[in-house]
């Protein structure tokens, strides 16, 4: 599993989402860089729209060199610090990374 980012050409910043150029730099030229896990660092739940299930949401940096990203997840995180696995599920509507609680 893996979420795709921006990483600048010129000096490997790396964004989400994607840059018309980059904000470290000032470079127009970036390529796709996956990342496959993220930290997460605070978090929150909300009611989702139209259903009875909860919307959680988090902030996460992604491993190892950021950058720092909102994850949707599908259950609450027990601390900040814990592991994410990252995936994109392909939701146009909703360009988020789901992030996979690794167990503690």
Same mark, same amino acid.
């Given at each position: 599993?893996?979420?795709?980012?921006?990483?600048?050409?010129?000096? +490997?910043? *790396?964004?989400?989402?994607? *840059?018309?150029?980059?904000?470290?730099? +000032?470079?127009?030229?970036?390529?796709? %860089?996956? !990342?496959?896990?993220?930290?997460?660092?605070?978090?929150?739940? %909300?009611?989702?729209?139209?259903?009875?299930?909860?919307?959680?949401?988090?902030?996460?940096? %992604?491993?190892?060199? +950021? $950058?720092?990203? !909102? !994850? *949707?997840?599908?259950? !609450? $995180?027990?601390?900040? +610090?814990?592991?994410?696995?990252?995936?994109?599920?392909?939701?146009?509507?909703?360009?988020? $990374?789901?992030?996979?609680?690794?167990?503690?």
């Amino acid at each position: 599993m893996s979420f795709s980012i921006s990483q600048c050409s010129a000096c +490997g910043h *790396r964004v989400f989402p994607a *840059r018309l150029w980059c904000p470290a730099c +000032g470079h127009d030229r970036a390529h796709p %860089a996956a !990342v496959q896990e993220a930290e997460i660092q605070a978090w929150t739940v %909300a009611p989702a729209q139209g259903a009875e299930a909860v919307a959680v949401l988090a902030t996460a940096r %992604a491993l190892p060199e +950021g $950058p720092i990203l !909102v !994850v *949707r997840l599908d259950t !609450v $995180p027990s601390r900040v +610090g814990q592991r994410v696995d990252l995936t994109d599920r392909g939701e146009e509507d909703l360009p988020l $990374p789901w992030g996979c609680l690794r167990p503690d």
